[in-house]
């Protein structure tokens, strides 16, 4: 985990303020402040906008509307038609540009068509799937049972996988939308038979460019021992969008924050991005409360790097 001195990058700076001129010291302000992210490309998923709140969708999309946020990923209001979450974030000036849909296994294109259909009628972007095929450990997935998901363990199995996304993306496509894959960690794991590759890579060589991206979670990248600023320059633009997700350690265990609070330092991930407006920026905490919508519009509307 990216960690640093406090004191000495105190000393630091009041090193070179000691020894700059009155201009150096208000260009080297500026310069410190560095780039932001654009408001608009700033989003939430729809479990954390909710936060556990027990209320309606209406009041939800208001009240981060009036956070600030004008974008949300997912949602809908349960049984709520594509017409009506439509009107409804449109109301409060929010774009529903993204939402998850399982991609089917095995593959049907049937349940997919349906899902891209009504994700074009809300006007969306992107659709993308939430996981690669997982086995779940047995009892309820709590953080600490988490290392015993299972994902594919072959590259045969990351190759066939990769040839339904590609399937799912041309569908996606021809309606006007983008299809990404959500990553975790199991991605990054060694896989059973002799290669050296992960099932991350395998999906970046046999994907189409032109029909799948990447919907890279900070987060989880970095359960994997993955630094997300060297994923994002390696991989490039096919990186369309981050969820931005916070780490603690409880009793030395990996678990949530909320975002901002926790020990991500996401300044070196966000410098690794060329042009942040051509990606998006989602706030999610798997286990969001009520304050987790504000403590993540707090932290992107504010950070500079």
């Not at 560095?34 to 939800?60: K, Q, V, Y």
């Not at 390696?234 to 603690?248: F, N, T």
Request: proline fraction near 7%.
């Amino acid at each position: 985990m990216i960690q640093f001195d406090r004191r000495t990058l105190l000393r630091g700076g009041m090193a070179t303020a000691v020894a700059a001129p009155a201009a150096g010291l208000i260009g080297s302000a500026f310069a410190q402040a560095g780039r932001a992210l654009p408001r608009d490309n700033i989003s939430i998923t729809w479990g954390s906008a909710r936060g556990g709140r027990t209320e309606s969708a209406e009041e939800t999309v208001k009240r981060i509307a009036g956070l600030g946020y004008k974008r949300v990923e997912g949602g809908g209001g349960g049984d709520m038609s594509a017409a009506d979450w439509k009107a409804l974030c449109a109301k409060y000036a929010i774009k529903p540009t993204s939402s998850f849909t399982q991609l089917p296994q095995p593959w049907d294109p049937a349940p997919w068509t349906a899902a891209v259909v009504k994700a074009a009628a809300v006007g969306q972007r992107y659709i993308n799937t939430p996981t690669s095929p997982i086995k779940l450990p047995p009892g309820p997935v709590t953080a600490a049972a988490i290392d015993g998901i299972k994902g594919l363990r072959t590259s045969a199995e990351w190759r066939a996988f990769a040839a339904d996304c590609n399937k799912a993306g041309k569908i996606a496509k021809d309606h006007g939308l983008d299809f990404g894959f959500h990553s975790h960690f199991w991605e990054f794991l060694a896989l059973d038979d002799d290669t050296p590759l992960t099932g991350y890579d395998i999906l970046l060589a046999e994907t189409d460019p032109a029909l799948v991206h990447f919907e890279l979670d900070l987060y989880w990248a970095w359960y994997a021992h993955r630094n997300p600023a060297h994923l994002i320059t390696a991989v490039g633009p096919r990186i369309k969008q981050l969820h931005v997700k916070d780490m603690q350690f409880v009793n030395h265990a990996k678990t949530w924050a909320e975002p901002g609070q926790g020990v991500i330092d996401y300044k070196p991930i966000f410098a690794a991005i060329k042009d942040p407006s051509l990606y998006e920026f989602i706030i999610e905490r798997d286990d969001a409360g009520p304050e987790t919508a504000a403590a993540g519009w707090k932290l992107l509307s504010g950070i500079r790097f």
